[in-house]
């Protein structure tokens, strides 16, 4: 099975910054477009940002745009979700999410997810 293992996630107070990982097992790494969600309680599943199989170009929602920023090791099958300048409601768990043949833009183009890494943000 396809499996993607996000870590890095845990208690950051508002400003702080927190660096979430997505490592990739069993899939052709470079094929795949990278993206990142988050679901706080009671919530919707939230597209967060996503970048190319390449790593060339990254997307972000407007909530984060500035503060967040996404890369990809592909000789390492990684990808990295930065977070600066963490506001109370960036609360959320964080998945990581893989698609391929296109962009990944929203959860309904996602074909694997991570199982999540709980981030915390105190006011």
């Known amino acids: 099975q396809v499996q993607l293992v996000e870590s890095g996630g845990g208690l950051v107070q508002a400003g702080g910054s927190l660096r979430l990982s997505c490592e990739v097992r069993?899939?052709?790494?470079?094929?795949?477009?990278i993206g990142w969600f988050r679901q706080a309680p009671g919530k919707e599943r939230e597209y967060v940002g996503s970048?190319?199989?390449?790593?060339?170009?990254?997307y972000y929602a407007d909530s984060v745009k500035g503060r967040f920023a996404i890369s990809r090791d592909n000789t390492r099958n990684a990808c990295y979700l930065q977070m600066n300048s963490l506001k109370p409601e960036d609360t959320a768990v964080y998945y990581c999410?893989?698609?391929?043949?296109?962009?990944?833009?929203?959860?309904?183009?996602?074909?694997?997810w991570g199982r999540g890494t709980r981030v915390t943000v105190s006011s």
């Open positions: 069993r899939l052709t790494f470079s094929l795949y477009s």
């Open positions: 970048i190319t199989e390449t790593g060339s170009t990254a």
């Open positions: 999410a893989a698609t391929s043949g296109r962009r990944l833009v929203d959860a309904d183009t996602v074909n694997f």
